[in-house]
């Protein structure tokens, strides 16, 4: 089965339906498969290596998401609501006698914890970055003479900065020249060519910015996807 944006509708359609059946099954990774169910409801690209981990997972669960549906009788829907209504009650006496616990320990534990100095901290879960959002400060912000925020946002800082500095030091020669600051100090025979080198320039490095966040976005979402980490090379 196909799950690239090139299928039909016919075949999205199944592909989004077993998505969400494998989601409700509780079949593979869920947060991953919610992460693919989105991109696949909003007509975006499913990376490669979440094409092969879903058709992995729908050809070894075949049975379990395609089975019908069991349908049950009044006494029996009633008594297994009683049976979870008796399990959450005991679930939050539990969870209660728990807390009284903790409270009663709650003083030493932090008698102790002052006294140590923490040695290793939890791992950080690396989140995926929204290419809309990179595309929204590379577009809107880069209008205002801020090139790289969109770098910026995707943790390409260094070259972030590097844009938004470029981008900086146009708008600032263009103001001094139009203002005459600068005028005098240029040869005559470039001053037809100053302004439209520089507005050519700018609007030059603004396509690229945006091109290029997209780009390196799309190449963090698939890394972060595959390994749970930022890229070692980022």
């Given at each position: 089965m196909?799950v690239?944006?090139s299928s039909?509708?016919?075949m999205?359609?199944?592909?989004?339906?077993s998505?969400?059946?494998?989601?409700?099954s509780?079949v593979?990774?869920?947060?991953r498969?919610g992460?693919i169910l989105?991109?696949?409801?909003?007509?975006?690209?499913?990376y490669l290596s979440d094409?092969r981990?879903l058709?992995?997972?729908?050809?070894?669960?075949?049975?379990?998401?395609?089975?019908?549906?069991?349908?049950?009788s009044?006494a029996?829907?009633?008594?297994k609501?009683?049976?979870?209504?008796?399990?959450r009650l005991?679930?939050i006496l539990?969870d209660?006698a728990r807390?009284?616990?903790?409270?009663t320990?709650?003083v030493s534990?932090?008698?102790i914890?002052s006294?140590?100095?923490p040695q290793?901290?939890k791992?950080?879960v690396?989140?995926?970055?929204s290419?809309?959002t990179?595309?929204?400060?590379s577009?809107?912000?880069g209008?205002?003479s801020?090139h790289?925020i969109?770098?910026?946002?995707?943790?390409k800082?260094a070259?972030g900065i590097?844009l938004l500095v470029l981008?900086?030091?146009i708008?600032?020669l263009?103001g001094?020249?139009?203002?005459?600051?600068?005028?005098?100090?240029?040869?005559?025979?470039l001053h037809?060519y100053?302004?439209?080198?520089l507005i050519g320039?700018?609007f030059?490095?603004?396509?690229f910015?945006?091109?290029?966040?997209?780009?390196?976005?799309?190449?963090?979402?698939?890394y972060?996807?595959e390994?749970g980490?930022?890229?070692p090379w980022?």
């Amino acid at each position: 089965m196909s799950v690239t944006k090139s299928s039909g509708d016919n075949m999205s359609y199944d592909v989004i339906r077993s998505v969400r059946q494998l989601i409700e099954s509780g079949v593979g990774d869920v947060t991953r498969l919610g992460h693919i169910l989105d991109r696949l409801e909003s007509g975006k690209y499913v990376y490669l290596s979440d094409q092969r981990y879903l058709e992995n997972l729908l050809s070894t669960n075949e049975y379990a998401i395609n089975k019908p549906p069991v349908t049950e009788s009044p006494a029996v829907n009633l008594e297994k609501d009683l049976r979870d209504i008796n399990l959450r009650l005991e679930k939050i006496l539990q969870d209660k006698a728990r807390n009284e616990k903790k409270i009663t320990d709650s003083v030493s534990v932090k008698q102790i914890e002052s006294t140590k100095t923490p040695q290793v901290n939890k791992e950080k879960v690396v989140r995926t970055k929204s290419e809309d959002t990179t595309l929204l400060f590379s577009v809107v912000l880069g209008l205002v003479s801020l090139h790289g925020i969109g770098h910026i946002y995707i943790r390409k800082i260094a070259k972030g900065i590097g844009l938004l500095v470029l981008s900086l030091s146009i708008f600032i020669l263009s103001g001094l020249y139009l203002l005459g600051i600068i005028k005098d100090s240029i040869p005559p025979i470039l001053h037809a060519y100053f302004i439209p080198t520089l507005i050519g320039g700018y609007f030059g490095l603004y396509a690229f910015q945006i091109l290029d966040s997209r780009r390196l976005c799309a190449t963090y979402n698939a890394y972060v996807l595959e390994h749970g980490k930022i890229p070692p090379w980022w």
